[in-house]
């Protein structure tokens, strides 16, 4: 089974990305990983909190906030931050959208290329409490209804809204 890791640390200030089918050396990941396959659900249903999103874009929501929505998917409140990961993230981009508070974690089953290049890869949506992952959305759809635009990652009062473009609700 192919695992890459991607290493969030705001001590030293870098990423790694350990490319497919390497294996992993840093010992300090062991115990700190976080499994984007895990299909736990603590918040509430990811189903729920896309058919929310599924609405919203439909209705041509002017604004909402991811806060809004998420309870509109009768999602609690434990968490403090949405962040994207795709398929290829670059160190660069994973530096750039890192916020200081996040404490090392590796996670595993990051989002792959698809083989067939007119199909859109599948991308995660993490959601944080605390500096520590929570859940994990994954949206697989060719058009999904949320975009977190130029945005590495969003707050609960992040405003969200429909742009007629792509047909999504989009960070602003």
């Known amino acids: 089974m192919s695992v890459v890791v991607a290493i969030i640390s705001t001590v030293l200030g870098s990423v790694a990305c350990v490319p497919e089918g390497t294996e992993r050396t840093d010992t300090a990941c062991t115990s700190q990983t976080f499994d984007l396959n895990n299909h736990a659900e603590p918040l ?13 874009a439909d209705r041509k ?8 929505t998420a309870g509109r998917a009768n ?16 160190d660069e981009y ?7 508070d996040l404490r090392l974690v590796c996670f595993l089953g990051l989002p792959q290329r698809s083989s067939n290049s007119d199909l859109r ?11 520590k992952p929570v859940q994990a959305v994954w949206w697989k759809a060719q058009d ?18 429909y742009d007629p473009e792509s047909g999504t609700m989009r960070a602003d």
């Open 144 to 161: 999904p209804s949320l975009s977190l635009g130029p945005h590495g990652f969003v707050q609960p009062d992040t405003p969200i809204r």
């Open 94 to 100: 994973l530096k750039s959208v890192s916020a200081a």
């Open 61 to 68: 929501l002017d604004v909402t906030t991811m806060a809004e």
């Open 121 to 131: 890869a599948p991308h995660a949506t993490v959601f944080m409490a605390d500096g």
């Open 44 to 56: 509430g249903s990811s189903k729920a909190l896309i058919q929310a999103f599924d609405d919203a």
């Open 75 to 90: 999602w609690s409140f434990g968490w403090d931050r949405v962040f994207y990961l795709g398929p290829a993230m670059t």
